[in-house]
């Protein structure tokens, strides 16, 4: 772990470091830390426009110059410059505040965390400015386009007990989706199968015949005319399990850009919520054993805010 950042944090992100090398046999041979700095960082970030304004800085808070002589194992902390993001639309709904936790309902297209081109504009870096909490964390994400119940938690103290929660699966979670309805599907039903992500792919794949490690139980709520809401309830927790689950019944959820096929969407496109809602959730508290539940104030359809 690096050492506290001589860098205030801005935007409610704290700054980003790099640690030099230590010298060993056949290591580049770096004669200067501006050398080093844009073999380290090449493309990624502005490194002879950042030397020059002295934006880099070692653990004194002192400026990273580009002739400084290289030393090896030294912390360089920099601001990254961010883009410039469109408001995400819709409203982030504080739904409880206490001590240890804050838990929001959060609109649709704004991420949980930053995260590629979506920095300013996530749930952390928005709520760490607007409630004053440098060090609110999520204890488990929600994808960009998924709305609905998030729990964080205020200081990291109280990251890992409640992390640990849903990293056990100790947590009853209920979404809702609607999706086209199929008056011949018999319900409630119960999905499971192996679901696999590769690195860089879109789309989760279904692995026919390996152990299943993905189970989403499946109601229907109530009919909205051609289309359904129906009530799903995740007994695991993998990537996209919800939306590979509906798609895979013949009813992909309305909004959804990645299932049955990707769509070219643009990223800063708000138009088309996905109308997938994590409804409810409940657990019992890790640290004073009471019972919490929260749920959602949105409703399906959601319609652009």
Not at 174 to 181: D, K, P, V
């Amino acid at each position: 772990m690096p050492p506290r950042s001589p860098l205030p944090a801005r935007h409610g992100l704290g700054a980003a470091w790099v640690r030099t090398p230590d010298r060993s046999p056949g290591a580049p041979a770096w004669a200067t830390m501006g050398q080093w700095l844009r073999d380290k960082l090449p493309d990624r970030v502005d490194v002879v426009g950042m030397l020059a304004d002295e934006r880099f800085v070692t653990g004194d808070g002192s400026p990273v110059r580009e002739a400084d002589p290289y030393r090896p194992h030294t912390f360089v902390w920099f601001h990254r410059d961010l883009r410039e993001e469109p408001d995400v639309p819709g409203t982030l709904h504080v739904l409880h505040r206490d001590d240890r936790l804050v838990v929001v309902d959060k609109p649709p297209f704004l991420s949980t965390i930053p995260r590629g081109r979506h920095v300013a504009q996530s749930v952390v870096v928005r709520l760490r400015d607007e409630l004053g909490l440098p060090e609110l964390s999520p204890a488990h994400r929600l994808d960009r386009i998924t709305s609905g119940v998030l729990v964080l938690t205020t200081e990291r103290r109280w990251r890992g007990a409640y992390q640990g929660l849903f990293q056990a699966r100790a947590v009853e979670k209920t979404y809702l989706a609607l999706a086209a309805h199929d008056p011949a599907l018999e319900l409630p039903l119960v999905v499971r199968n192996h679901l696999r992500k590769e690195r860089g792919a879109w789309q989760v794949e279904v692995v026919p015949d390996a152990p299943a490690n993905a189970e989403t139980l499946v109601e229907r709520d109530h009919v909205v005319g051609e289309r359904a809401v129906y009530r799903l309830t995740p007994r695991t927790g993998q990537t996209h399990q919800l939306r590979v689950h509906l798609a895979g019944l013949g009813l992909p959820i309305v909004g959804d850009p990645l299932y049955p096929q990707v769509l070219d969407v643009d990223v800063d496109d708000f138009s088309t919520p996905l109308q997938l809602l994590a409804h409810e959730l409940s657990f019992t508290d890790p640290v004073d054993g009471a019972e919490r539940r929260f749920r959602s104030r949105r409703v399906l359809p959601l319609v652009p805010e």
